[in-house]
């Protein structure tokens, strides 16, 4: 009976990537680029139609408070660029991409190493991911511990936005660092799942150039409803794979947002940094002529 179970999971399984994945795709040449489409049709190509990435988008559109706007086709996000199809690198070479900031730890990107093409820098910022939970740890271990639900994902991302604000301020200051010196060229950011190191630092990125917070907030939460059937089809997998052992509750939550992670960041920055002014000025590094050239890039 086990067996017959193993066997039957094996051919729902077989037919569900057939039918996730077995759609022709479509040439990197006939999808959008958000910033040579009419302003009107911009917002409805925010998130990029890749293959192999599942929340590719552009920064752009966003109104600052000044009455500008972020311009389109300068700041893109996304998640993991590793299972990238070819006509995917195709459509990234198209958005004229010159830089990749890549947030993974090293173990995550020597497991999975982004596909780019030759004529992009990879700027390597390494954040790990290691709840306190499991100090000694690996990323499989983590995720073995969520899966099976022995490890509860509830406040891990909530923990870790703290964490990104307090250890991690040395890489998002190179970050920045990067966007002063790069005369405006395209660039990507991006980490696993393009949610949280990448979330925090598209954060700063619209808060830096004057979006409200309120829209920071927005474009933080467009992840839940970018990555809501990618997500639904790994938890299913992950289901069928397990028997229906794994605990696809508390995984799902590990790969969404919520508002108070992004809310602990900036809180952290209040009570850390006394501020915002003061963790741009002081821990970021950033001087008065920097933000201005940083606006004068991104702004319209």
């Known amino acids: 009976m086990k067996i017959l ?12 990537s057939f039918f996730w994945f077995g759609e022709k795709e479509t040439a990197s040449i006939d999808r959008p680029i958000p910033a040579n489409l009419s302003e009107n049709l911009r917002e409805d190509y925010r998130k990029l139609p890749f293959t192999g990435a599942h929340n590719f988008r552009d920064l752009g559109g966003y109104r600052t408070q000044d009455g ?3 311009k389109w086709g300068k700041v893109y996000r996304s998640d993991n660029l590793h299972s990238l199809t070819d006509e995917d ?6 958005l004229n991409i010159k830089s990749v900031v890549d947030f993974r730890s090293d173990e995550e990107r020597e497991d999975e190493p982004d596909r780019l093409t030759p004529n992009m820098t990879q700027i390597l910022l390494p954040i790990q991911f290691r709840p306190k939970e499991i100090d000694d740890g690996t990323t499989k ?10 490890l509860d994902s509830s406040n891990l991302l909530y923990d870790f936005n703290i964490a990104i604000v307090k250890q991690f301020t040395e890489e998002y200051k190179q970050f920045f660092r990067h966007i002063v010196d790069n005369n405006a060229e395209p660039l990507l950011l991006h980490c696993t799942a393009g949610k949280d190191r990448a979330g925090f630092a598209s954060a700063m990125v619209l808060s830096i150039l004057g979006v409200p917070r309120d ?13 809501e059937e990618h997500v639904e089809a790994e938890m ?4 069928l794979k397990t028997f229906f052992r794994a605990d696809s509750d508390n995984l799902r939550k590990i790969n969404l947002v919520e508002e108070r992670y992004i809310q602990a960041a900036f809180d952290t920055i209040d009570s850390h940094w006394g501020g915002m002014g003061n963790y741009i000025s002081e821990g970021l590094e950033l001087t008065e002529a920097d933000l201005a050239k940083i606006k004068d890039y991104y702004l319209e």
């Not at 690198?89 to 198209?94: A, F, Q, T």
């Not at 299913?236 to 289901?239: D, G």
């Open 5 to 16: 179970k193993y066997i039957i999971a094996i051919i729902i399984i077989a037919s569900l």
């Open 68 to 70: 500008r706007t972020v």
């Open 89 to 94: 690198v195709d459509y990234m070479k198209r």
């Open 141 to 150: 271990d983590l995720m073995k511990d969520l899966t099976f639900g022995t």
């Open 215 to 227: 829209k920071v907030i927005e474009d933080y939460l467009l992840t839940n409803a970018y990555v």
């Open 236 to 239: 299913l997998e992950i289901e």
